[in-house]
């Protein structure tokens, strides 16, 4: 829900802008926000499911039943008078992105059908797997958005925005004129509330959480000899040597495992006795070296990213708070050696609860020290919400919607 804010004061102005709100931005075949000058979010509806759709690759019609629950919910906050008249869209990303065109195709289609039957307006390109580069600016427009960063944009600095998918990760800022031209590969010329600007973003297919975390897990395996039908059985250098646990990924299953031959170490007990006891524990320096040679093969790094204020969230902000790093609820600050350091107490804990926590805070500060090229005391914000409401890309990518159409 939006509403529309004008004064005394600027209505001269907004008439000398009314011959521009017509036009848009268009970089590579884009759209972005050029008309948003006097919109503010007023209250939203923000729901989410989980496993994504590309749980679902083998079985397209389950990905689309799996929306019913989102469709309900809107129609609980959307009058039935309204509804023919209120655009639909859903955006796949990196998921979908990842899995052979003919099974996410299936699942679209199915999605299509689904939502033809919602009573909602449709558009032709209402369903639609949304490119990484979209997912990047409408992240970043809805952080800064909600910051209130383009209220009198000259004199206030954007920030940075790192969203952390499941199966991309995006990185997204304002560069400035000397890095414009060592990163032109991947700036845009956006319009933010009628002020130009150049902007980099890059999304980084494979580098999301659950990618990385499969393809750190078969290390040095040849997943095309295995049986696409039965779960494969993993050892990982980066799993303790105590879990056997189940995990599907990318319409494969996977029976993880620690390594064969387990290293134990004596560690101090977490209980009022004290004393030290032998414990299983993973290597931190084996799994970091297969971990460092993942990354490593990131190309492209975003030069003056840590010059930034940087905002990060999605399973940057949920890692850190299974761990205790921050409150759930308000969020915070950390530096990037937090990570480092929490990863490595949690490596030498076996901890059948959290299997891959290990893991993954190790990827996470692997990916943004060596990946991105931050510094260990880079300050971090860690976020779920600003002001009550939702980060993520979808209230970017909302407004561009309600901007431009689809």
């Not at 030069?303 to 902000?317: P, Q």
């Not at 600050?333 to 937090?338: A, G, P, Q």
């Not at 996470?364 to 009550?388: A, H, M, Q």
């Amino acid at each position: 829900m939006y509403k529309c804010l004008k004064n005394e004061n600027e209505e001269e102005r907004n008439n000398e802008l009314a011959s521009h709100q017509k036009k848009t931005t268009n970089q590579l075949g884009r759209k972005y926000f050029t008309m948003l000058v006097l919109l503010v979010l007023d209250n939203e509806l923000f729901s989410e499911i989980k496993p994504g759709l590309s749980s679902f690759a083998d079985n397209p019609k389950e990905a689309a039943k799996s929306l019913t629950t989102l469709l309900n919910k809107a129609k609980t906050v959307i009058p039935q008078s309204e509804w023919s008249r209120t655009l639909l869209t859903m955006k796949a990303t990196a998921g979908l992105r990842l899995l052979p065109e003919h099974k996410a195709n299936s699942i679209l289609e199915e999605c299509r059908k689904l939502f033809h039957t919602s009573g909602f307006q449709i558009a032709k390109n209402s369903i639609s797997i949304m490119e990484g580069t979209d997912e990047g600016i409408f992240s970043w427009f809805t952080v800064n958005f909600l910051l209130d960063r383009f209220n009198s944009i000259s004199s206030k600095i954007t920030v940075a925005a790192l969203d952390l998918g499941g199966g991309s990760t995006q990185i997204t800022f304002q560069p400035n004129s000397a890095q414009v031209k060592q990163l032109e590969k991947h700036v845009y010329s956006i319009n933010v509330l009628n002020h130009n600007m150049s902007l980099y973003t890059h999304s980084y297919l494979g580098m999301g959480l659950m990618a990385a975390r499969k393809a750190i897990l078969t290390y040095d395996m040849n997943l095309e000899a295995t049986d696409l039908k039965s779960p494969i059985e993993i050892h990982s250098e980066c799993i303790n040597p105590i879990i056997s646990t189940e995990w599907s990924y990318g319409g494969r299953d996977y029976i993880v495992k620690g390594p064969i031959n387990g290293t134990y170490k004596l560690v101090k007990t977490q209980n009022f006795a004290g004393g030290d006891e032998n414990k299983p524990i993973v290597r931190f320096s084996e799994c970091s070296k297969i971990i460092e040679k993942y990354v490593n093969t990131l190309t492209d790094k975003p030069i003056g990213l840590k010059d930034h204020e940087i905002y990060a969230f999605s399973y940057y902000f949920e890692r850190a708070t299974e761990v205790a790093l921050i409150d759930p609820f308000l969020g915070g600050y950390v530096e990037l050696n937090v990570f480092l350091k929490q990863a490595m107490e949690i490596c030498d804990y076996p901890n059948t609860d959290q299997p891959f926590m290990c893991l993954d805070l190790t990827f996470i500060y692997v990916l943004l020290k060596d990946g991105f090229g931050l510094e260990p005391s880079t300050r971090l914000y860690l976020y779920k919400k600003i002001n009550g409401h939702e980060l993520s890309w979808a209230l970017g990518a909302a407004f561009n919607v309600l901007q431009n159409g689809l």
